[in-house]
């Protein structure tokens, strides 16, 4: 590991029963701690419940979440499509915070039927954008994802790690250069 790692956040997003995305967020997770440039903090939303109504104020509950967020100096977040979207849980997460995404970097690990959450990744680009923050053009993506891990959660093809280990050089790239500008001079949102 490097002497000033990166912080990176990976933030599984499903909170349905039954979801898939604790498979999908823990291989993530796990590979992305294999880069000596990282260090990981895995945040599976569904430990965290938000609060029902949005507000300007602080929340308690928000805590530890919000404090786990401002640390990071990246995310990377796995998500599934839901309705060629994704879930309202993500939602409420990206809403209740603002400043903990500015002139950050946002990488992306979708997962799906047929169209592997792609549809989810571009919504969210336009949100991420909205809130200052810059998504990496490549992506980690699963279609028909359930085909892909073994029933211990590991891969079953290889494939997917050269797509990972290309998206998370990007994100280390942009880490390292918003978190430089960022020492240099505070960001203006």
């Keep these: 590991m490097s002497e000033n790692p990166l912080r990176l956040a990976v933030l599984t997003a499903s909170i349905?029963?039954?979801?898939?995305?604790?498979?999908?967020g823990t291989w993530f997770a796990a590979h992305a701690s294999g880069h000596a440039?990282?260090?990981?903090?895995?945040?599976?939303?569904?430990?965290?419940?938000?609060?029902p109504v949005l507000s300007q104020r602080p929340d308690p509950a928000m805590d530890e979440v919000t404090r786990r967020l401002d640390a990071a100096d990246a995310f990377v977040v796995v998500t599934p499509e839901y309705n060629h979207s994704f879930p309202a849980s993500l939602k409420a997460l990206i809403d209740w915070h603002y400043t903990q995404w500015q002139a950050k970097p946002v990488g992306f690990v979708s997962y799906g039927g047929m169209g592997g959450g792609l549809r989810a990744v571009e919504q969210l680009r336009l949100v991420f954008a909205e809130?200052?923050?810059?998504?990496?053009?490549d992506t980690v993506s699963f279609h028909n994802a359930w085909d892909k891990f073994g029933d211990d959660g590991a891969l079953l093809d290889g494939g997917a790690e050269g797509a990972a280990k290309g998206m998370l050089d990007q994100l280390v790239w942009w880490a390292h250069t918003l978190r430089d500008a960022r020492a240099t001079r505070p960001y203006v949102g």
Excluded: M, S, W, Y
């Design 37 to 51: 440039e990282l260090e990981v903090d895995h945040i599976d939303l569904a430990d965290h419940p938000l609060p």
């Design 131 to 137: 809130l200052h923050a810059t998504t990496v053009r």
């Design 16 to 24: 349905r029963d039954g979801r898939f995305g604790p498979t999908v």
